[in-house]
């Protein structure tokens, strides 16, 4: 139980186009996800808290004109990143909130490799 | 200011040889700490969670305690597939459910 799939994995873009990576809750309902970028050698950095049917939360220091974060359902969460470039290339990871009586936790999705040329 | 420090950063152990991963937090209040582990190329699998001080959980060969201060992660009789970087998260009192991640342990088991 508790998987997260994003798509694509991977994504090779021409400077100045945009690019969207979609986050989906298999077989649970996530009320909200979250989307951090991670660098090289590097821990996972929080970009933004996407709940559902309400705007996203994010970080400081983030764009969020250029990431724009849609959770139009309970199983999904969209990031999209306007006018790449290549200094946007990094991995992005999702994550999704499972909540129970005695738990709450995140479960990752497997990541998205995104090359802007 | 909160913080989470992950000790060592690499560690490299031959199969079979035990150690532990430190995970020690300077935190305003703990609702929760996460342990998870990452392949390269890979998001983040989720290992454990521990909420207060004196819990201990075990999988297989890891075994996750939590004291106020400190967590660790004991892992028993490694084997080569292992290999993995390690991440503690704080999840804080008043964070609006946000991890807070060390920047890992970089371990690799040899035969």
């Known amino acids: 139980g508790a998987v997260v799939s994003q798509h694509p994995s991977w994504v090779i873009c021409k400077s100045g186009t945009s690019v969207k990576i979609e986050c989906r809750s298999l077989d649970f309902q996530a009320t909200t996800m979250f989307w951090y970028r991670q660098f090289p050698k590097q821990s996972l950095m929080l970009m933004a808290t996407?709940?559902?049917?309400?705007?996203?939360?994010?970080e400081q220091g983030v764009e969020k004109d250029k990431f724009l974060i849609n959770h139009a359902s309970l199983t999904l969460s969209t990031l999209t990143v306007t006018s790449a470039h290549p200094e946007d290339s990094s991995f992005y990871i999702c994550?999704?909130?499972?909540?129970?009586?005695?738990?709450?936790?995140?479960?990752f999705g497997p990541g998205t490799r995104l090359t802007v040329l | 200011e909160d913080q989470v420090t992950q000790s060592p950063e690499a560690l490299r152990l031959q199969e079979g040889e035990s150690s532990s991963l430190n995970c020690s937090y300077t935190?305003?209040?703990?609702?929760?700490l996460f342990w998870y582990r990452q392949d390269p190329g890979k998001g983040p699998e989720f290992l454990f969670t521990l909420y207060s001080a004196g819990e201990e959980k075990e999988k297989e060969r890891l075994k996750a305690t939590l004291t106020k201060k400190e967590s660790f992660l004991h892992i028993t009789a490694p084997k080569p597939e292992d290999s993995a970087t390690y991440l503690c998260?704080?999840?804080?009192?008043?964070?609006?459910?946000?991890?807070?991640f060390g920047t890992g342990t970089q371990l690799k088991v040899e035969l």
């Open positions: 935190v305003s209040g703990l609702r929760g």
């Open positions: 994550s999704a909130r499972s909540t129970g009586e005695y738990t709450d936790t995140q479960y």
């Open positions: 996407s709940n559902e049917g309400s705007k996203a939360t994010y």
């Open positions: 998260a704080v999840c804080l009192t008043g964070g609006g459910n946000k991890l807070t």
